[in-house]
């Protein structure tokens, strides 16, 4: 089962920029799609954006489509989510995720391996 911990929230001002990265441990990151999703208060956690084993493939939701972009390094066991032009809306908590299945999923249930978030604040 591999482990995944996320880092680089922050507070921002509308319209900079943050980076997060997702760590993994275990032998099973290269052969897992990954996954960010996002929790705003009082909302149920979203999916963001996925990527392929391999990197060829990405899957984004509309509202961030142009705005977000997420790469991986599987030598390096990392998945990155570049954010630009952040928005209020932007604000909450993100998880990155490990998913066994092929493509790229969007519910929360086909995803077996969560990091413990990291915040991401935006202010107006």
């Known amino acids: 089962q591999v482990q995944l911990v996320e880092s680089g929230g922050g507070l921002v001002q509308a319209g900079g920029s943050l980076r997060l990265s997702c760590a993994a441990s275990?032998?099973?990151?290269?052969?897992?799609?990954m996954g960010w999703f996002r929790q705003a208060p009082g909302k149920e956690r979203e999916f963001v954006v996925g990527?392929?084993?391999?990197?060829?493939?990405?899957y984004y939701v509309d509202s961030v489509k142009g705005r977000f972009t997420i790469s991986r390094d599987n030598a390096k066991n990392t998945v990155y989510l570049q954010m630009t032009s952040l928005k209020p809306e932007d604000k909450a908590v993100y998880y990155c995720a490990a998913s066994h299945s092929v493509g790229v999923p969007t519910k929360n249930y086909a995803y077996s391996a969560w990091g413990q978030g990291t915040q991401v604040t935006v202010s107006s």
């Open positions: 275990g032998r099973t990151f290269s052969s897992s799609t």
């Open positions: 990527i392929t084993r391999s990197g060829s493939g990405t």
